[in-house]
């Protein structure tokens, strides 16, 4: 952990959680969970630690889906993840093989980044 030293003050000691805005909350689990394999618990059932920082979805009716990617998931095969979303259908951008990643789209449009 790095502490944020700013002016003699320490502003930050981690990030916790990832807030994400969905429509329908359910359904965003369910895709979250098939396409990424993330379960969701804790107390109110729509939280997830299992990328090292948590990961909370948020239902949310009058919404604008995050079109800048919210995070980077890190992958150890970046063609077998892309070709694994394409066979899901999971809408994926190009591979951008200058920098090896892609960025695909949850249920909803919020763009997420798969990086190798």
Not at 24 to 31: A, C, F, G, T, V
Request: charged share 25%.
């Amino acid at each position: 952990m790095v502490n944020s030293n700013v002016g003699g003050f320490v502003l930050a000691k981690e990030i916790l959680s990832v807030f994400i805005y969905v429509k329908d909350l359910e359904k965003s689990k369910q895709w979250y969970s098939e396409v990424l394999g993330l379960n969701f618990g804790g107390f109110d059932g729509n939280r997830t630690n299992q990328l090292g920082v948590g990961l909370v979805l948020f239902e949310k009716e009058n919404f604008s889906p995050c079109s800048e990617s919210l995070f980077v998931i890190q992958t150890s095969n970046l063609e077998e993840s892309y070709n694994k979303l394409k066979e899901l259908r999971v809408e994926v951008s190009e591979i951008n093989r200058e920098i090896n990643c892609f960025n695909l789209k949850d249920l909803d449009g919020n763009v997420i980044t798969v990086w190798q």
